[in-house]
């Protein structure tokens, strides 16, 4: 059974920088297209990004476009999302999974954007 674990977030003013991990485990990481997603406060789970299994294909939602970048280490079985530009509408709760519905998501890292 899959089992994922965020971390990285924290508070930070507009315009600023976070770098979040996700740590895999429990399955073959390297073989699955992986995302992240994110759920703000009264809102919806909302796509944030997808990673192939390679590295070399990303994509992102619209409205974190040019600002987050999602990367990944198959040796690590880790994946990251660096986050810069930050908004005060990009406060959620951020989480990786293995799909773009969120299935398999940990607890997610809090990420609060705020002057």
């Known amino acids: 059974e899959e089992h994922l674990v965020e971390s990285g977030g924290g508070l930070v003013q507009p315009g600023g920088s976070l770098t979040l991990s996700c740590v895999a485990s429990g399955f073959r990481f390297s073989i699955f297209t992986m995302n992240w997603v994110r759920q703000a406060p009264g809102k919806e789970l909302e796509w944030v990004s997808t990673i192939d299994v390679s590295g070399r294909h990303t994509y992102y939602a619209d409205s974190v476009k040019g600002r987050f970048t999602i990367s990944r280490d198959n040796a690590k079985n880790t994946l990251y999302l660096q986050l810069n530009g930050l908004k005060t509408e990009d406060t959620a709760i951020y989480y990786c999974?293995?799909?773009?519905?969120?299935?398999?998501r940990g607890q997610g890292t809090q990420v609060t954007v705020s002057s």
């Open positions: 999974a293995i799909d773009r519905r969120g299935s398999g």
